[in-house]
């Protein structure tokens, strides 16, 4: 028997709910399964990933294989909750961060050029 790590959906259309669960690889994914581990909710912020890291090292040492989704979710919780509330700035928001630091790049020049 194939038992995988894997999240199962709950929550209404458009407001996903996540239980991260040990299922058998062969039942559906919002499905019969074993045992929950643990739970995930993206539209939080910060979002709230809560993981019984023992459980799941218990099931990972039994032969369970963790999904994709669930790697990243444990790495992001052994990580700690800084590096879960950062968030990747848009590239519009590079771009001006990008331009601001160039004014004061010539601006520090022109400073440094009228000083002589």
């Known amino acids: 028997m194939a038992v995988k790590i894997r999240l199962a959906r709950h929550g209404s259309h ?10 058998d690889s062969r039942s559906p994914r919002d499905g019969r399964f ?45 990580a700690g909750p800084k590096a879960a509330t950062e968030q990747k700035k848009s590239k519009k928001q590079l771009a001006r961060e990008a331009e601001e630091a160039k004014r004061a790049a010539e601006a520090a020049a022109e400073a440094e050029g009228s000083e002589e």
């Open 34 to 78: 074993i045992e929950e581990v643990g739970r995930y909710n993206p539209l939080t912020n910060p979002k709230v990933i809560d993981l019984d890291l023992e459980k799941i090292a218990d099931w990972q040492s039994k032969g369970a294989q963790l999904t994709d989704s669930v790697a990243a979710l444990v790495r992001a919780a052994e």
């Open 14 to 23: 458009k407001r996903p709910y996540y239980r991260v669960v040990v299922a």
